[in-house]
């Protein structure tokens, strides 16, 4: 069996939006510079949360803020935005929770990215999935791997460094394959987390082990998940998912050519129910499945096989 697909474009939380502007992270001064740089804003960010108007990142003058638990340069905007031009500088601004309480106290001004992320612009996307990454990073691993001492943050935000030992650290994602299963029928194979509600389906999914290759985590994590055997899997793209630090790696795959598609094993632990689904199933208004939320990759993958585009 062969599937044919198109890589898939502008996923939610991959829409991008930040020039980096690596090359000045090690700049001597370089925060207390842009921090005191009257053209330069700040994302604020409160827990997970980040401050918003609407569904726009409220972009901060760094002068009226407290002091952050957390700064770290993001980079340059790449497009107008409101009242901020192309280039503008963006800081992330960690606050402790009293102190960002003190700028309000509404909750609705306090926006969760993997709830609302679908809302945001390309930019605010693309500034908000890069702080959580960060902010994300900074807090799981504050101590130097190789002795232990707590590190110092270096490179505008962006390397940990051991004053003891000269260990530098640097920010990690952790990689993990979701997998579109179709059977020669075009059925989608969805599963039932044991963590969610009885009704919710989704992708299945899982990290990559170590020494593993992306298309061995996939044929390992559907085999350990459902007991199908896959043949060759299709890259389809990817999106951070910083919550908080996974790499999501889109893929489809078909079903190895003497795998009978009934005889399938979820793995009682961590899947719990796993049907396959048509279209016409998923499209019935009357139907009670909850899928993924619009932020996530699953959701995208689903709705490009909804959309019928891929060719059998
Ligand atoms: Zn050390």
Redesign the pocket.
Known sequence: MTIQVRALAGLPLARGGLDRHGEVRSRPGVLDELRSDPTVRAVVLRGRRALVTGDALELMMPSVLPEPELLVYLGRTTEEDRNTPVGTGILLWKLADDDAASITDDESRWLDLRRSGHLLSDQDVGVLATSLAIAGWHEAEP???????P?TVRNAGWARY??????ELFPRMDPAVIVAVVDPAGRILLGSNAMWEHNRYSLLAGYVDAGESLEQAVVREIFEESGMRLGTPVYLGSQPWPFPRSLMLGFVAPLADDQDPEALVPDGQEILDLRWFTREELEDPSTDVILPGPSSIARAVIDDWMSGSWSR
């Open positions: 101590f130097c791997a190789h002795c232990g001492s590190t051991c004053p003891v030992d000269g260990t």
